[in-house]
């Protein structure tokens, strides 16, 4: 039976309702009126760039941080009223490594599960599959590890107190893609033992190894969905531009008044019009072509998780 299930309560379960965190005395929102929930068992991304206030909100749901407005709660228990209570049943990775470096491997777990009162035999099942990864340097100090070990040990240690809800504060940032496909790998095993796990990202091609995923701006959510709806939720034809002089064409594609966005991707421009028009493309060809440009492409593709942020994000910071 899933450890949420055990209880009367909905164990898992994380609720957030209006949260609103500014600093600097008001002048830097870092959450601007949040409210989402997730589902007991479910993995949850919260997707944005650097500065979105992914961390904020993570602080403030592991009771490290106060909201100025609005609530949260985990498990049941408010994050001001019980805090104690939810720093026993969650589980919390930050996203700067900040285990201790000069203890071994074997020693941090073992610090981690004597704080919580277990030890690493108890709730071995739990972390099995990721210590036996990192068991061949269980001698050697923890700031000696590479990127992607330390990942695996920072992982165990909030695990090693059997929690109900995960928090994991862009848990892959700064290492290696083997290693990246791998933590994805620990995290639907761990789904499947009935943890909650909220993973936060700048990374838009983790979105879709989430089950729903709510994108974060500025500290407001752009849209909480599954990533497929999301993305379906893309409102215009989208295609791909490109030429022999690329950033020429972004400034000329942008300066075009039928153009209503475009950026770089890739080797490409993408481009949506402000208009559904079949002339659209052999206009713009023709326009591309007036203004000097060789080399000349422009095809439809199917929108992605970052097509449709950027959508989002232009929509909310653009004037109607």
């Excluded at 330390?150 to 107190?161: T, V």
């Excluded at 492409?297 to 994000?313: G, H, Q, S, Y």
Aim: hydrophobic share 40%.
């Amino acid at each position: 039976m899933p450890l949420w299930a055990k209880t009367g309560k909905t164990m898992g379960a994380v609720t957030v309702t209006n949260l609103t965190k500014t600093y600097e005395k008001g002048s830097v929102t870092a959450l601007d009126d949040v409210s989402f929930r997730v589902e007991a068992g479910e993995l949850f991304g919260l997707i944005g760039p650097d500065g979105a206030g992914k961390s904020t909100l993570f602080r403030i749901l592991t009771t490290l941080l106060t909201a100025d407005r609005g609530t949260a709660g985990v498990d049941g228990f408010d994050v001001v009223k019980d805090y104690r209570k939810i720093r026993n049943t969650v589980g919390y990775m930050p996203g700067r490594f900040s285990l201790y470096q000069d203890l071994t491997v074997e020693e941090n777990l073992n610090f981690f599960a004597t704080l919580f009162g277990t030890t690493i035999r108890e709730n071995y099942h739990l972390v099995k599959d990721i210590y036996e990864q990192i068991e061949p340097f269980k001698d050697r100090r923890a700031g000696k590890l590479s990127g992607g070990m330390k990942q695996k040990l920072a992982l165990c240690c909030a695990l090693i107190h059997k929690p109900t809800v995960l928090f994991l504060d862009e848990p892959t940032t700064g290492v290696d893609v083997v290693s990246r496909r791998e933590f994805w790998t620990m995290l639907n095993r761990l789904k499947e033992q009935g943890i909650t796990i909220l993973v936060s990202t700048p990374y838009m091609d983790e979105a879709v190894l989430c089950e729903r995923i709510a994108l974060i701006q500025t500290g407001r959510i752009l849209s909480i969905d599954t990533p497929d709806a999301i993305v379906r939720g893309y409102p215009d034809r989208l295609f791909a531009a490109r030429t022999d002089d690329l950033p020429r064409a972004l400034a000329d594609l942008r300066a075009n008044p039928s153009v209503r966005s475009t950026y770089a991707f890739g080797e490409y421009l993408h481009l949506a019009f402000r208009q559904n028009d079949t002339e659209n493309v052999s206009g713009l060809s023709r326009y591309l072509a007036e203004k000097g440009h060789s080399g000349i492409e422009i095809k439809p593709v199917t929108p992605t998780i970052e097509d449709r942020f950027i959508d989002l994000m232009t929509r909310e910071t653009t004037p109607s």
